[in-house]
């Protein structure tokens, strides 16, 4: 019993429909070959036969495995490519790389009908009978046997790759109309077993390699099967459209992109409704400005049949622009142009079948430059702004030069590029006026050690519990405050570290009258000093009131000439060691906001108190200067800026970005914590594209 798979449209003299398909195949080839380039009847003869060994392997019903399987060659075929000759081995893989992205989709039909006509689910796509790789090795046997050197071969793959690519399509939809008439329907994908067809079946995480080729595959594996469609001409396949009607919509979008709207009386075809009437939210006049775009052009609302191929690729695009829109951060304005490019990318879709695999493709390529011209803007920049206009005149261009020209689109990647590296250059160039600041930034880990030695020389002394707590968790923040603003030489610093030194001798006992004269004297000097030093650190008032309380306890018992206790097992501050697994897990201080101001410049700072510069300095970070980054303020506020400096002091990292109204100063171990806990995002290199074909991904079914 056959146990293979049912396939719509089995037919019954597969045999005479397949000895039929290889004689007009092969006959079209060599008349392709002949009519590219002056060659001999025998060179003819080799290519043919060479295509037809090719043919007659892939069309064998028994599965290839192990060795054999490898990628499609055979032992056979690989016995074709000389050791000595890599180069060409190379170039003819390029050769039918090429042809592949020229015929994706007329290939993809031919391929479809090839797994029915076989009874072949496991039939791989690069195993398609008629497939480029047959023609690749048709040539090398032909220039072998025709016995040209290296470089003529190159050449004459050169020429052939050109001409090929531009007529193939024609052989393709003649073998295409060959098996319509012979009633050979196109199988679904959905039944598709072989590994290199499942591969985008399968439920995919949502970071894959090319998440645009997978959304693709995904939906083409969950097309419904069913019987084939039916139209004018019999029965007919489930591909799209026939070549006039593809390019009638092509037309219709045309006209639809230079008049934001078609007539109601303009129709597709006879018989089906215009775009108007298929998508009136699209053309909807009431719409708020900028909003009629707004909604995903899909193939269902276009009246396009869901089992063709081509429907999932218009899906594909609509699901992308779905989550662009839904992307909280990127600004509206920015949207909307994005939005405005739905048709131009829809007819790149159509027009080249490479858009969804090629990463590189300059049509998305344009909307991920779009997307990082805008990084740092906030979300409700007004269109008004001298960035979004300049994004909105790419936009406006491409949507009026574009007809069937992919170089429309590498012009404005161009032009984009160049508006990046200028506002880039632009916050470069501001750096300079943030370095004085970020210097006395960096001077704060010496200001710490030195505030840090002043406080334990205090404490060494011999104070109580009480003032030695003070001095240790409030008086060293006064210190590193003063430090930090005046420097050690200043008279402010002299006279914070003179008051404690006269805070210490009022609590000493006082047995000669001179001596409680003067400490009457310097009372209210001293504690006015104590108490603005407070205010500017902004200590409670809680604990303003229990310090002064405890002052006034030891000073009046001084005066009694009483002896007070001094501290024991105070917790110091000294700087830790150096713990060499303190890379690899959370920094135990906690970081602390501060502010810097010099005239009209403000840098706010992220730092982690106690720190040495050296431990800083040698925190492992990804981030290289140049970069945007998106963080977090210690208020969880998200800021994307661009790391425009690196302290070779501490590692600080200095972040601009000039709609802040501020530049941010930031510890080395903040920034680490974040990346780990992925708080903070690298931005410089994100592809929009991709990040929403992501996110579409996650939310569609996986087979």
């Not at 006509?117 to 032909?142: C, E, H, I, T």
């Not at 230079?258 to 006049?285: C, H, M, Y």
């Not at 429309?408 to 370095?435: G, H, M, N, P, T």
């Not at 400490?519 to 006015?528: E, F, G, I, N, T």
Request: glycine letters at 6%; charged letters at 25%; a negative charge.
């Amino acid at each position: 019993m056959d146990n293979s798979p049912v396939i719509s449209g089995e037919v019954d003299d597969s045999a005479k429909i397949l000895a039929d398909c290889r004689a007009l195949y092969l006959k079209e080839l060599g008349q392709l070959l002949r009519e590219a380039e002056p060659v001999t009847d025998l060179a003819v003869k080799v290519f043919v036969q060479s295509v037809a060994e090719y043919f007659d392997e892939m069309v064998s019903t028994a599965r290839r495995g192990g060795f054999d399987d490898a990628d499609g060659l055979t032992a056979s075929r690989i016995s074709l490519v000389h050791e000595n000759d890599l180069e060409l081995d190379i170039r003819l893989s390029e050769f039918s790389a090429k042809l592949l992205e020229k015929t994706g989709g007329d290939l993809w039909r031919v391929y479809l009908r090839f797994v029915t006509l076989l009874k072949r689910p496991d039939l791989p796509k690069s195993d398609n009978p008629v497939g480029p790789k047959g023609m690749a090795a048709g040539l090398l046997q032909m220039c072998s046997e025709l016995g040209e050197g290296h470089d003529k071969t190159l050449a004459r793959v050169e020429r052939l790759e050109d001409y090929f690519a531009s007529n193939l399509p024609v052989l393709y939809a003649n073998l295409n109309a060959l098996f319509e008439k012979r009633h050979v329907d196109a199988a679904q994908p959905s039944i598709i077993s072989a590994p290199d067809a499942m591969a985008g079946a399968k439920p995919v995480a949502t970071s894959v390699a090319n998440p645009v080729a997978a959304l693709q595959q995904n939906l083409m594996a969950q097309m419904p099967g069913g019987g084939p469609l039916q139209s004018g001409g019999g029965g007919a396949s489930a591909s799209l459209f026939s070549q006039a009607m593809f390019d009638r919509l092509l037309s219709r979008l045309d006209e639809l992109e230079k008049l934001g709207r078609l007539p109601a009386s303009i129709a597709l075809t006879d018989g089906v409704p215009s775009l108007e009437n298929l998508i009136p939210g699209l053309f909807d006049d009431s719409a708020p400005s900028g909003e009629t775009m707004r909604r995903p052009i899909k193939s269902a609302e276009l009246g396009i049949p869901n089992a063709a191929p081509e429907a999932a690729a218009i899906d594909t695009l609509a699901l992308i622009f779905e989550a662009i829109f839904d992307m909280p951060a990127l600004p509206e304005a920015i949207k909307s142009a994005l939005s405005s490019l739905q048709i131009p990318m829809l007819k790149a879709a159509m027009l080249d079948p490479a858009f969804f695999t090629n990463e590189a493709h300059p049509a998305r390529q344009l909307f991920d430059r779009m997307a990082r011209a805008v990084l740092g803007l906030p979300q409700d920049v007004t269109s008004k702004h001298l960035v979004c206009l300049q994004v909105l005149s790419v936009a406006a261009h491409v949507r009026s030069e574009f007809t069937n020209d992919l170089g429309v689109f590498e012009r404005y990647v161009a032009k984009l590029d160049a508006l990046i590296a200028e506002r880039d250059q632009a916050i470069a160039q501001s750096v300079s006026d943030w370095l004085p600041l970020l210097t006395r930034m960096d001077q704060h880990g010496l200001a710490e050690t030195r505030c840090q030695e002043v406080i334990e020389a205090f404490c060494e002394r011999g104070v109580p519990q009480g003032i030695a707590n003070f001095l240790r968790q409030h008086w060293y923040k006064v210190l590193l405050q003063v430090w930090v603003e005046h420097g050690e030489d200043s008279a402010a610093w002299q006279e914070h570290n003179a008051v404690i030194d006269s805070l210490l001798w009022s609590i000493q006992p006082k047995t000669e009258a001179e001596d409680r004269k003067r400490l009457s004297r310097m009372l209210p000097v001293m504690l006015q000093l104590l108490s603005k030093g407070m205010e500017r650190i902004k200590v409670s008032e809680e604990v303003r009131v229990n310090f002064l309380d405890t002052c006034f306890s030891l000073q009046t018992a001084a005066l009694r000439g009483i002896v007070q206790a001094p501290s024991e097992n105070a917790p110091s501050l000294g700087v830790p060691a150096i713990d060499p697994g303190l890379f690899t897990v959370p920094v135990a201080a906690q970081p602390e906001a501060g502010e810097l101001h010099s005239g009209a410049l403000h840098l706010k700072t992220i730092d982690i108190p106690g720190e040495s510069a050296l431990l800083s300095r040698l925190r492992p970070l990804p981030l290289k200067n140049g970069e945007w980054v998106e963080f977090r303020l210690l208020d969880d506020q998200a800021l994307v800026g661009r790391l425009s400096y690196i302290s070779p002091e501490n590692g600080k990292l200095l972040f601009c970005n000039p709609e802040w109204g501020f530049a941010l100063a930031m510890h080395p171990g903040v920034m680490e914590k974040q990346l780990r806990e992925k708080r903070a995002l690298r931005c410089s290199s994100m592809s929009l594209f991709n990040a929403a074909a992501e996110k579409a991904l996650s939310r569609t079914p996986a087979i």
